[in-house]
């Protein structure tokens, strides 16, 4: 039996990680967090009973009794649940004694804390949160080494890459190659970007994704850290991870080896393939549905990526080659820019344009601890 705890269970990832844990009877939810879907959290937790709940947001306790008390049946003890908030809640599902794997699927910088404490708890980690390692991929790693435990990538691409390394040498990889659909504005220009709406951006073309993540993959923002969590996953440099638009999302990811052979890893754009793979490392079991058909797909396609017009990749590797606390700066302003565009302060291609100047105007701190990069970030969230 796996036991679970899982951070952002109301979120995408979150969802379809307790679809995966409805095939699978050996699989146990112990501990959950959510915030602001009260509804889904009361479904849950009388779907997969939880010993331990987080609500993030305090003021949103007593809707969850009240949401609770609306739905159980008859003869369930509310009080059987114990419910805790805010971030000490968050790190108290994070370290859940019965727990052996967490998975992080909550958004934002909010996740470093309760990932670190998890790492410290000696829990292996279902990794999905992409802050954790843009900020604090360095702590991060030497944490998880010096606790032995592993980190096992819930993001399709580098879920494609760890399973592309798999019973290959470590020191043998030549350079990652980071795929990406391109977004519902491949080939646009600059000019056809001005008047984009905040609905225009969230119609992905193949995968079903929350807002903040959608948003980003429209600006090549998301590839950007997903650039910097791989350098520190697969201990690689950034001239070594070579971003490619592959716009059927069938090629999730792949690695060259120094001999020139290529290894991928394809499939058909369903997260919850990485989900199970995380989980249940290193076996495969059946998971239902659709697979690819290579003669209903006809071809895969690559493009180079357009990092004038989408220029936040470009910025993204500027950011992890400086190093130090400049990603933190390229994250935290991206989220305060996706924020501002979400309650329409700002226009798209105001989004990019913020986090290039936010990285001109930060003093660069070489060797940030913890505590410098969350504040960091919060006061830049803040502004």
Not at 190 to 218: C, F, Y
Not at 279 to 297: H, I
Not at 313 to 330: C, D, Q
Request: proline letters at 4%; hydrophobic letters at 40%.
């Amino acid at each position: 039996m796996k036991t679970i705890s899982i951070l952002g269970s109301t979120g995408s990832i979150g969802t379809q990680t307790l679809e995966v844990v409805r095939q699978h009877s050996d699989l146990k939810v112990a501990a959950i967090s959510g915030n602001n879907n009260i509804k889904l959290l009361a479904q849950q937790i009388l779907e997969f009973a939880p010993k331990l709940v987080c609500v993030y947001d305090e003021k949103n306790v007593e809707g969850l009794f009240q949401e609770l008390k609306d739905i159980a049946p008859r003869g369930f003890d509310c009080n059987s649940v114990k419910v805790v908030s805010g971030m000490e809640g968050l790190i108290d599902v994070a370290v859940y004694e019965e727990s052996n794997i967490v998975v992080t699927a909550i958004v934002g910088m909010v996740g470093i804390r309760p990932t670190m404490a998890a790492i410290q708890a000696g829990k292996d980690i279902a990794l999905a949160n992409k802050e954790t390692l843009v900020c604090a991929g360095s702590m991060i790693m030497a944490e998880a080494r010096k606790q032995n435990i592993n980190i096992y990538p819930v993001d399709s691409e580098h879920s494609a890459i760890f399973q592309s390394l798999q019973g290959e040498p470590e020191k043998s990889i030549d350079k990652i190659i980071l795929t990406a659909s391109g977004g519902p504005f491949r080939g646009y220009t600059k000019e056809q970007l001005k008047g984009i709406r905040l609905e225009d951006a969230l119609k992905h073309p193949n995968w079903s994704m929350g807002m903040k993540v959608t948003i980003d993959s429209s600006t090549l923002a998301n590839k950007g850290l997903e650039v910097m969590e791989a350098k520190w996953l697969f201990d690689v440099t950034p001239e070594q991870i070579q971003v490619v638009i592959q716009p059927q999302s069938i090629v999730h990811s792949a690695v060259q080896y120094n001999d020139g052979a290529i290894i991928a890893q394809l499939g058909t754009p369903d997260m919850k393939i990485p989900i199970q793979y995380a989980l249940l490392y290193p076996e495969r079991r059946f998971l239902p549905g659709k697979r690819v058909d290579f003669f209903e797909l006809g071809q895969i396609t690559f493009e180079k990526p357009d990092t004038d017009t989408f220029k936040a990749l470009k910025l993204a590797y500027e950011a992890i080659t400086i190093g130090g606390s400049m990603p933190t700066v390229f994250n935290a302003a991206n989220e305060r820019a996706v924020k501002k565009f979400i309650a329409g302060e700002i226009s798209y291609l105001d989004i990019s344009d913020m986090i290039e100047k936010e990285m001109k105007e930060h003093q660069l701190i070489a060797n940030p601890t913890l505590d410098e990069i969350i504040s960091l970030g919060e006061s830049i969230m803040n502004k």
